[in-house]
């Protein structure tokens, strides 16, 4: 991690000069998707041990439009895993309100619906990585990042991606799902008012998602996102397809990507996302290792 921080900080610029976009084109299915230098017949449940140091912690990544549910998923892997979960939206959201000198520049920006410079989200990624190393953290789970070609090979120039999960969704949900969503301006934990009853259309299943409603000590003290309106979630979507969906493209020609369509709500799709990762027995496994 310190390593993956210093390189961002000092060689960002060579980095960048060197990326180039590659285009082969293989795919992969979920049962390939092991990360390659694990031990033989393990599974992606044990970290690396080919380490010079003697091990690495998972390093994963959530790929989604708007709305998906990166954070949700990511927080609750992350919190199962032991691994930090770094999301760039939270990293430019706390820049934004941290009145620095970078604040109104990204106010603009993010509420746009528009992408911020890889620089800046090179410098709050690193500042992110150097804060969690020194707390002795290990692996992550990124959330919002990679989001563009240049960034996904600057990133696979510092270090190495085990798993990239691709969560999908159909966008008259994630829509509702963006107008729906609050954060709790005191403990920054996300809900969402939205009850989605989505009929089956387009060749899409029908889907329905219950709301995710806030305990009483938080509903007073909901806020909505500034780039959570239509407008903006719509051109957000766009740009997603414009410059993020390519990097989907990216990790599928490496077989690392693994597309996982939520069925539903939490309740229903947590226990399947754990077992298309092939974690629906995780706790058991780690202690039966211990
Ligand atoms: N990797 C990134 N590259 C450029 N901009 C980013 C990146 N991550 C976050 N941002 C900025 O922060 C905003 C919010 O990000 P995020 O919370 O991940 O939103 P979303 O709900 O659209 O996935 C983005 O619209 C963008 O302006």
């Known amino acids: 991690m310190a390593a993956l921080a210093r390189l961002f900080k000092t ?7 060197r990326s180039l976009s590659t285009t082969t084109t293989t795919t992969a299915t979920v049962s390939e998707i092991q990360p390659q230098r694990q031990r033989p017949n393990s599974s992606i449940l044990f ?8 091990c690495r912690n998972f390093q994963w990544v959530f790929l989604g439009c708007p709305g998906v549910g990166k954070g949700t ?3 609750r892997l992350s919190s199962l895993l032991g ?7 939270d990293l430019v ?9 970078l604040s109104h520049q990204l106010e603009e920006i993010v509420n746009q619906g528009k992408l911020v410079s890889d620089e800046i989200i090179f410098n709050l990624l690193s500042k992110r990585l150097e804060a969690g190393e020194s707390k002795g953290e290990s692996g992550f789970i990124l959330d919002g990042f990679p989001r563009t070609i240049r960034q996904s090979e600057i990133l696979d120039e510092a270090t190495e991606i085990d798993l990239v999960i691709n969560l999908k969704l159909r966008e008259d949900v994630l829509i509702e799902k963006c107008l729906g969503r609050r954060i709790c301006s005191e403990c920054g934990k996300s809900f969402n008012l939205a009850s989605i009853n989505a009929k089956a259309e387009n060749g899409y299943p029908e889907i329905t998602m219950a709301p995710l409603l806030p305990p009483p000590q938080c ?13 903006v979630v719509r051109e957000r979507l766009r740009i997603y397809k ?27 799709s947590w226990p399947k996302l754990l077992e298309a990762l092939n974690l629906d027995d995780y706790g058991d496994k780690r202690s039966a290792a211990a």
């Open 11 to 17: 060689q960002f610029p060579f980095l960048l000069r």
């Open 47 to 54: 970290p690396l041990t080919d380490d010079p140091k003697g």
């Open 73 to 75: 998923y990511a927080g």
């Open 83 to 89: 691994v930090p979960h770094i999301a760039t939206g």
């Open 93 to 101: 959201r706390e820049e934004l309100s941290s009145s620095g000198p």
């Open 219 to 231: 509903s007073s003290k909901l806020i909505t996102r500034a780039d959570d309106t239509e407008p």
């Open 242 to 268: 414009e410059q993020s969906e390519p990097v989907e493209d990216y990790y599928r020609n490496q077989g690392k990507l693994m597309e996982f369509d939520l069925p539903g709500g939490i309740p229903e």
